[in-house]
């Protein structure tokens, strides 16, 4: 059997990476006591992926594991066990056992909800506004990292809802192997917009408070509800 759990990521702890996370959650199974499985060969390791790796420097509100089990376990069992063996900025939240045959988180993934909080209130006071006269464009291009080096892209496609209240910049966008928006990404688009030279620097908090799936209608909805 497998449990998917659901687990914070705090702002104190976010400056830790993912193979950090990685490794405090194998500390923790290990810790439990729990019948977790492990694979098979010379160097047999925890069986548990994550829907996806969360960048040094963000928060993640819910984010969600794959574990599997040797042993029949409870949802309950398995969240008390492993909140008593994590640290509490990433205390679990919920779990839910899914069947063996039930699709890879990576394979169900198709976006995620973020809260960017910009830092300075005189820079947000010139971004929130950009967000319209952005939108209204035909293309929104900007610059993405790949292996060969900096590429230019259209994110327009990528960016699913976007608004914005106070210093708050709330953004849903597209989150899977094939194509992805950063929040950096769509900061640097928004920079432009807004007319703020792209060597300044803006200081945004970056929490990721959802990743999304499409249930059978196409709509995009919670991934642990999948």
Request: aromatic share 4%; hydrophobic share 40%; glycine share 6%.
């Amino acid at each position: 059997m497998r449990i998917q759990a659901v687990f914070e990521k705090n702002e104190r702890v976010r400056h830790i990476g993912h193979l950090d996370i990685q490794r405090a959650v194998q500390r923790g199974l290990r810790r439990s006591g729990l019948p977790v499985g492990y694979s098979n060969g010379f160097n047999p390791h925890i069986l548990v992926s994550f829907a996806s790796a969360l960048s040094t420097g963000a928060c993640g509100q819910r984010e969600i594991m794959d574990v599997t089990m040797a042993e029949e376990v409870s949802t309950e069992e398995f969240l008390l066990k492993m909140n008593q063996a994590m640290p509490p900025e990433m205390q679990l939240l919920e779990a839910r056992q899914v069947d063996d045959r039930h699709p890879a988180l990576t394979a169900l993934l198709k976006a995620a909800s973020y809260d960017l909080l910009i830092r300075d209130p005189e820079l947000s006071r010139r971004l929130v506004p950009a967000i319209g006269p952005m939108m209204e464009q035909q293309t929104i291009m900007t610059l993405r990292k790949s292996k060969s080096g900096l590429k230019e892209c259209d994110i327009k496609p990528m960016i699913y809802a976007l608004q914005g209240k106070d210093q708050h910049l709330y953004a849903t966008m597209a989150l899977t192997e094939r194509e992805t928006c950063k929040p950096g990404m769509l900061l640097d688009a928004l920079k432009k917009t807004a007319g703020i030279p792209e060597e300044e620097n803006v200081r945004m908090l970056v929490v990721r408070t959802r990743l999304l799936g499409e249930d059978g209608e196409g709509r995009l909805v919670p991934l642990e509800k999948l």
